[in-house]
């Protein structure tokens, strides 16, 4: 079996067992994420709460960490729900937004990692920050092409047993032996807030029907990209395209998702 047939496979099983998805994620995406999960044919659950986390943690198939926006009682609630996760055995995804731009958000990426992330996703800069390869990142934009974190990436993953996805015009996943590749997507997709937070949400709810870590990650890239090329040849600017990526999200088969990726 192809990996083209195998991402299409990671597709209807999403839409066939549904997994709940837990995200502990930022103010400016929690709508755009929770739609992108629900087209895909997720369910997502935005649950902050440290009072509550650890429990929902128990009931969700999957868990993202989002940094996007932090505070001192969301770090609280990351760190016991992804202790939680581990603790459980459950897949959890990490996204450093904006590592490598502030101490704060450097450091707290860093300290989740002791919960040992099944999947870390980030753009070029933050994967160089967090691998202590001395990269900033402008604001939460990445300064630094996928391409170019790529050896930062691999680094990465061997030193923390997690795959390792680095966005970009290419998207590398990494376990730090192997790597893939996926060359979905369209530039104008880098004008839509939210989207690489909405593929870490995408990745997760991949992670929860598919073992193979490697095969989700790559599969969640493909998804999201192919959607979004498909979007953009029918709209005229960033605001149609948010709305025609979840409508592609929502229409796309395994068929056409195998004939499009682009992958290596």
């Not at 581990?86 to 897949?91: E, I, V, Y």
Request: proline share 3%.
């Amino acid at each position: 079996m192809t990996s083209s047939d195998r991402i299409g496979r990671v597709l209807d099983a999403i839409r066939t067992r549904r997994p709940l998805v837990h995200n502990i994620t930022n103010y400016v995406v929690m709508n755009s994420t929770a739609n992108a999960l629900l087209a895909v044919g997720a369910s997502p659950a935005m649950v902050h709460a440290a009072e509550e986390v650890e429990e929902f943690v128990g009931i969700a198939d999957a868990l993202v960490v989002n940094i996007g926006t932090l505070s001192t009682p969301w770090i609280t609630a990351m760190e016991l729900a992804a202790a939680r996760a581990l603790a459980l055995g459950k897949p959890w995804v990490l996204d450093p937004v904006g590592a490598g731009a502030t101490r704060l958000r450097t450091d707290t990426g860093r300290a989740l990692l002791a919960h040992r992330p099944s999947l870390i996703r980030g753009n070029g800069s933050e994967i160089m920050a967090l691998a202590g390869a001395g990269a900033a990142t402008r604001g939460v934009d990445s300064t630094a092409g996928s391409d170019l974190a790529l050896d930062a990436a691999r680094r990465l993953a061997g030193e923390t047993g997690a795959v390792v996805v680095v966005t970009g015009a290419t998207d590398h996943v990494t376990d730090g032996r192997q790597t893939l590749s996926c060359a979905n997507g369209d530039a104008r997709m880098t004008r839509v807030t939210g989207l690489g937070c909405s593929l870490s949400a995408l990745t997760a709810a991949c992670l929860a029907v598919e073992p193979d870590r490697l095969l989700a990650g790559l599969a969640a890239c493909a998804i999201l990209g192919v959607a979004g090329e498909i979007a953009a040849d029918t709209s005229n600017g960033p605001g149609s395209l948010q709305v025609a990526i979840l409508d592609r999200l929502a229409g796309l088969d395994p068929v056409t998702l195998g004939v499009r990726a682009r992958l290596s």
